[in-house]
T-cell receptor
Framework: QKEVEQDPGPLSVPEGAIVSLNCTYSNSAFQYFMWYRQYSRKGPELLMYTYSSGNKEDGRFTAQVDKSSKYISLFIRDSQPSDSATYLCAMTEGGSEKLVFGKGTKLTVNP | DTAVSQTPKYLVTQMGNDKSIKCEQNLGHDTMYWYKQDSKKFLKIMFSYNNKELIINETVPNRFSPKSPDKAHLNLHINSLELGDSAVYFC????????????FGPGTRLTVL
């Protein structure tokens, strides 16, 4: 089993929809969880960063971490065409220097 | 005032050649990284340097050699290029460690013919 599993999609939604992106992981030592957004032919950029369990909200974006289920989610409300990108989850143990990425989910928001 | 820059942006070369990719960050960060993103978009860390010292060296062929002349630069040299080396290589930096926000460069698309 891979350390981090993420459905690659592609996921296509109409503008204004609520988008749910998810990752599961197997390493219970992971404590820091991140979501990166990567536009086509660009480098990833950090979107959300959460430590341990719980929710974090930033504008239209909400990140959730459920450590008991080893499951993290990113919700995008009122999705816009500019949200069309690949979303990568990433996580690390904290003491370790290694950041493990999911394969990314390609999202298209249609106007 | 680009934060993390890489050169070249595109690199097309023949098998067996040696090539280098340069990375510079002007953020004053202590830690820099090299990642490889393959054709399936899977992003994987290759190396990490903290203050010019190697701290992560993942299972990467020894044809790949990172060099950090100072903490603002982390270059990647690749010897005897192979077809499987074709990928996008991203440089990134963070203040101290992976738990800090990482800032990625625009990537270098390497194609080995």
């Amino acid at each position: 089993q891979k350390e981090v599993e993420q459905d690659p999609g592609p996921l296509s939604v109409p503008e204004g929809a609520i988008v749910s992106l998810n990752c599961t992981y197997s390493n219970s030592a992971f404590q820091y969880f991140m979501w990166y957004r990567q536009y086509s032919r660009k480098g990833p950029e950090l979107l959300m960063y959460t430590y341990s369990s719980g929710n974090k909200e930033d504008g239209r974006f909400t990140a959730q971490v459920d450590k008991s289920s080893k499951y993290i989610s990113l919700f995008i409300r009122d999705s816009q065409p500019s949200d069309s990108a690949t979303y990568l989850c990433a996580m690390t143990e904290g003491g370790s220097e290694k950041l493990v990425f999911g394969k990314g989910t390609k999202l298209t928001v249609n106007p | 005032d680009t934060a993390v820059s890489q050169t070249p942006k595109y690199l097309v070369t023949q098998m067996g050649n040696d090539k280098s990719i340069k990375c510079e960050q002007n953020l004053g960060h202590d830690t820099m990284y090299w990642y490889k993103q393959d054709s399936k978009k899977f992003l994987k860390i290759m190396f990490s340097y903290n203050n010019k010292e190697l701290i992560i060296n993942e299972t990467v062929p020894n044809r790949f050699s990172p060099k950090s002349p100072d903490k603002a630069h982390l270059n990647l040299h690749i010897n005897s290029l192979e077809l499987g080396d074709s990928a996008v290589y991203f440089c990134a930096s963070s203040q101290y460690a992976l738990t800090d926000t990482q800032y990625f460069g625009p990537g270098t698309r390497l194609t080995v013919l």
